[in-house]
């Protein structure tokens, strides 16, 4: 009995003890890491391009005012007469009859930045070649402006 009791106590001895040193850790929760998906490894390797596309819309006013502004009414009407170059009226309706260019804005892009490029019959290549850098916005501003003439 006495043996027992002492067996007893000790084991709950060590039960105590082991209990009171168990070590107690927080957890710790997992770093992030960052994984690129492939797709944008990809991109980021291609050297990130812009994804907003800047869409370039034209002003009329703007390309009437550039249209005398930079002289192109010395020769050119906004009607049917013939100065040094062909008037201008109904000039959108034409340009898509021109079937080497992609679209009627393509085409009046060409005549303005590159006039040799495509000599109107009756014509002779006098346009001069002052705008061919011109601006996207100018190009498409004067488009707006030339569709109003029909
Ligand atoms: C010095 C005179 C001159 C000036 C200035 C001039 N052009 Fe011309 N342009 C011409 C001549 C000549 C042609 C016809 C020959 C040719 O196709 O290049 C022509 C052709 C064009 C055509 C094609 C017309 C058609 O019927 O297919 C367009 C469009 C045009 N010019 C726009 C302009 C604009 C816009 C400006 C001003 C930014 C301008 N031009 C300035 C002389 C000029």
Known sequence: MHKKYYLFSFLVLIVLISIGCREVTAEMSEPIVFEPTPATSEKLSEG?????????????????????????????????????????????????????????????????????EYIVEGYTNLMPTTWEDAEKQEIADIIEYLKTLK
């Open 48 to 116: 990130a391009r812009p994804v907003i596309e800047v869409k370039i819309v034209g002003n009329s006013s703007a390309g009437e005012e550039w249209f005398t502004s930079q002289g192109c009414n010395a020769c050119h009407s906004t009607g049917n007469d013939k100065l040094v170059g062909p008037g201008q009226l109904g000039i959108y309706e034409r340009a898509a009859t021109r079937s080497e260019y992609s679209s009627p804005e393509d085409y009046i892009e060409s005549s303005i930045r590159y006039p040799a």
